[in-house]
């Protein structure tokens, strides 16, 4: 064999050999995104969030995943396609006609921090926590939280100072309220005569839930009937688990070198 024929054989082999590493990469690429698209179908689901109804508890700018085998499977459980935003919400589309939620079905806990679609464009979704359960009576009196008539644990704690937030770095009053199952959290009242401050009685419908925001005064949430209301089970997303990331709500794409000092380091994988 001549050289020029040696030369040709090398040159097809190393030339096999590129062709077999590119499509070795892309069936790893492959791999990865059908695992992906498969944890996040079944699994875990991100959401941003892009309002502060749930100061301190999250906070603009927040990454997190949100557990859908938490309460089973149903309706809005499968969802595909592009997030965009508008305004203070998620938008969503395309959901699969999946009746009931019956598959592997786990219910709401109070206490939990769970994303629902809203009852009145389920094109949106919602994040709020958890309070009221069928049959519940929920009242808001002077800013106290009462459910089935008994006052909710309600203890002043630190003011709530964030320059990164809507209150621009100015003190908020902060309390600690624990739920009847012990659950604890900080909720803010940045207005003691707010609108939502004195409420009604609200009976829970069966198979519904109430769902309040942290931010007291800065949070449309089952309060509000017209709006949000009473939640139905099937309406339920899952519950929000662990932030993943965090950046500040004044960040830009195209300043990519603010980043470092944007990021929220300190926020990394909490827990919810």
């Given at each position: ?64 995943f949100v557990s859908k085998l938490s309460y089973g499977y149903g309706k809005y459980s499968f969802n595909f396609g592009l997030n965009t ?188």
């Amino acid at each position: 064999m001549s050289k020029n024929d040696h030369a040709m054989a090398a040159a097809r082999a190393s030339g096999k050999k590129k062709d077999e590493g590119i499509w070795e990469t892309v069936k790893v690429i492959i791999q990865a995104l059908l695992i992906a698209f498969f944890v996040r179908t079944f699994f875990y689901q991100p959401f941003n969030i892009p309002s502060g109804s749930m100061y301190p508890t999250l906070k603009i700018g927040d990454y997190l995943f949100v557990s859908k085998l938490s309460y089973g499977y149903g309706k809005y459980s499968f969802n595909f396609g592009l997030n965009t935003f508008s305004g203070n919400t998620i938008i969503k589309c395309c959901p699969i006609d999946f009746p009931g939620r019956k598959f592997l079905a786990d219910t709401p806990k109070r206490g939990d921090v769970a994303v629902f679609k809203l009852p009145t464009d389920t094109n949106i979704d919602y994040i709020k926590r958890v309070i009221g359960l069928p049959g519940d009576r929920i009242q808001m009196k002077d800013g106290v939280l009462y459910i089935n008539d008994i006052a909710v644990k309600k203890e002043r704690i630190e003011d709530y100072i964030d320059q990164d937030s809507e209150f621009g770095g100015h003190p908020v009053p902060q309390y600690l309220e624990t739920l009847p199952n012990g659950v604890q959290y900080q909720v803010l009242d940045s207005n003691p005569n707010g609108d939502l401050d004195n409420t009604d009685v609200y009976i829970v419908p069966e198979n519904h839930y109430f769902m309040m925001g942290d931010n007291r005064d800065n949070s449309l949430d089952s309060r509000v009937l017209n709006h949000v209301g009473y939640v139905p089970i099937e309406n339920y997303v899952g519950r929000a688990d662990i932030i993943f990331f965090s950046i500040s709500a004044d960040a830009s794409l195209l300043k990519v070198w603010e980043w470092p000092v944007l990021i929220r380091w300190m926020r990394f994988f909490n827990p919810i």
